[in-house]
């Protein structure tokens, strides 16, 4: 793992190699065991390295090949090393040795541009070919490392992080309002629908899925890959879709195991993480190595108000899977005393914009900080794991047996699932009705849907167009995708790579801050491919949802969290409840919103005044859902980011 940099004089001028070491002094506050750099005539590149597979120790990077002239800086793990080591023939006495770095090189040797078509892994690299005089890099199809750049007339400079170019003289630190008003006006917790801004005007980066090219002083983003749906796979049996599935997921953990530190992972009570961890623990026992789980519980004086097909406590169905799966270090995690209020400055030193994830954010940054203790050097998650391995909502699949005539099937499907999860059946098939038929409720229509106030003042997004900008993206004035069910919404995810980007920018930098790399394998690229092409039957059978991944993790996962179809965890749920010793402050700082000027011009002032009439009342802690104090955390977050621009 890395943080790379580099500056390229576009003009061909010797390079001021001082604004190199200025760049690489700027990120010694981030865990190392190597910084090194490298610079010809024009360029310079850097790398500041954590050191994380076997293969990486001692790893010289900036890497140059005197013979073919080209050097790399990367910040990368590459999963299909096999597959490189083919197709790129190298020797097998070599194989055990080549840095991914090396790799990634030769790749381009071969294949030029077209080299992270050939890629799976998370990555970012750039490349300086001397005899072409540009440089080429790519970022991995999900963002999951960043990459910033700027360009001006003479110079171009990329790095990791955006803090290091903001020390460069030639780079003014400027708010970038065109990325704030996406930011305000999206739904979800994404950042905006280009990819390729900032929250900094003249720092742009490299989208998910996409390579960069700077030559004769111009600068192309190219599209390289493009993930959807493509033709559906058709096997004979259920048995034959579960063991093809289970042999792609056990390649993609076993290829995140690749370190000589101890191996992490989250771990929930529920079947994203469960799988990781089922799967990643068989595979560490063969070479009797410990797994290190983590998890997050509320704090010991939170009672649980959440309706009893909720849970906010998960650590009991933890339990069972650590008892059940074996081998497992396993640490519970309350994080007493903090809070998303007390974290916010932290937080943006890390992620370097504004986050909307604020209930989660505290705890996630926790979990590093645990990881770290115990030094681990890769950190496991199931975070795609809704829009891949464990995809399947019931309800919706079986409105789409209703639209397509299929009654009988419908009728026995719902009768299984009412013995599943309980409920009437006629009240399911009014659900389903109007999710496969929404004329029903434009001739019907109930009470409106609730709307949570918009955070951005109207006069700001009409003076930036935003909403046309969503537009083009087919998403409407509420901030996200116009009548869209979710099948289309799960194309969207992939194909709008902006939804890829938060998660990726998220844990690239938290993984830096902490000196270890969290690694998703239902995110393997090979993983969400093959998930894609699967029958929607596969998902929702029998009156099970989720179907696929709960009859994969059979002899993985217990009965009791493999089948449980009755109770989900809500993380988080406690987030009032921790800021209680610090409401007031937190009502005292929101009040400056109505009178600063930094703020005002940008949050909708309507929307600000009725949040903070609620915030009057005294905060009740089974709130944490209330929009009200969403809204005012939100817009606290901006504000304390916007002050950093004073």
Known sequence: MSAIAGIFYLDGEPINVQYGHDVMKALQKYP?????TWHLDSIFLGCHAKWITPESIGEQLPFYDYERQCAITSDAIIDNRKELFERLQIEPEHQKYITDSELILRAYYKWAEDTPKFLVGDFAFMIWDQKQQRLFGARDFSGSRTLYYHKSHAKFAFC?????????????KKLNEQWLAEYLAVAGAADGVNSSITPYKHIEQVPPSHSILIEKNKVSLN?????????????????EYVEAFQHVFQEAVKSRLRTDRNIGSQLSGGLDSG??????????????????????????????????????????????????????????????????????????????????????????????????????????????????????SALDYYSVLLKRFKWIQLHQELLAFRNNVGGSRLRYLKMISRKGFPLIDRLFPGDPPYKAPDLINPGFAEKMGVYPT????????????????????????????????????????LSLRYGLWKRDPTNDLRVVQFCLSLPESQYVQNGVDRALIRRATENYLPDQVRLNQRIRGVQGADWVHRMIPNWGAFREEVQQLRTDSRIQKYIDAQALQAALVKLEQQPVVEDDTNPDYRFLMQALIVYRFLKRFD
């Open 470 to 509: 969503f537009e083009k993206y087919g998403i409407d004035p509420t901030g996200w995708y116009a009548k869209a069910d979710i099948f289309t919404e799960r194309i969207k995810h992939f194909e709008d790579v902006f939804q890829l980007n938060t998660s990726g920018t998220l844990a690239s930098k």
């Open 32 to 36: 190392t065991d190597a910084v090194q």
């Open 160 to 172: 990791t992080i955006i803090e290091p170019l903001l020390s460069l003289p030639f780079i003014e």
């Open 275 to 392: 799988a990781v961890v089922g799967f990643a623990a068989k595979e560490l026992q063969r070479v009797n190595k410990p797994l290190h789980t983590f998890s997050y519980i509320p704090s010991a004086d939170f009672e649980d108000f959440t309706p009893k097909y909720q849970m906010a406590n998960e650590s009991p169905y933890v339990k069972l899977t650590v008892d059940y799966v074996g081998g497992i270090t396993d640490h519970y995690c309350d994080f007493k005393g903090k809070d998303p209020y007390s974290e916010i400055d932290d937080l943006l030193d890390i992620f370097e914009q504004p986050y909307k994830f604020f209930p989660n954010a505290f705890w996630m940054k926790g979990i590093f900080e645990k990881a770290q203790e115990a030094d681990v050097g890769v950190l496991l998650n199931g975070d795609r794991g809704n829009f891949t391995v464990s995809w399947g």
């Open 223 to 239: 599209r390289y890959a493009y993930v959807t749906k493509g033709e559906t796979l058709k096997l004979k049996s259920n048995e």
